[in-house]
């Protein structure tokens, strides 16, 4: 069992930037996929984030969210910058060797509790 750890949220203004990170129980490689989903009450579980072997970003982050992983391989990283109120939302982290989509939530064995980011306007 693959145990995550998610921290880093916070309050931001719009324009501002957040850091999230995801520690991982195990050292993390290329074939294993660990990925950032977030969710509000009003909207099921989204994409944001993927790295594997590269990385993969939701159109609506593009260009202003960085995913990256540490050299340990035990850390992954959400860089959130020029954020918007529209990012408000609780981020998840996730994490598997995929059998589908890596845009699937269905798709990850493990994830994190979850950290609150709310973008103030």
């Known amino acids: 069992q693959v145990h995550l750890v998610d921290t880093g949220g916070g309050l931001a203004q719009t324009g501002g930037s957040l850091k999230l990170s995801c520690t991982v129980s195990i050292r993390t490689s290329d074939d294993f996929t660990t990925a950032w989903f977030r969710q509000t009450p009003e909207k099921e579980r989204e994409f944001v984030a993927a790295i594997r072997s590269g990385t993969w970003y939701a159109d609506s982050v593009k260009g202003r969210f960085a995913i990256s992983r540490d050299s340990a391989g035990n850390t992954v990283y959400l860089q959130m910058n020029h954020l918007k109120p529209e990012d408000t939302a609780r981020y998840y982290c996730?994490?598997?060797?995929?059998?589908?989509?890596?845009?699937?939530?269905?798709?990850?064995?493990?994830w994190g509790q979850g950290t609150q980011v709310t973008v103030s306007s």
């Open positions: 996730a994490a598997g060797s995929l059998a589908g989509d890596l845009r699937w939530p269905s798709s990850y064995a493990s």
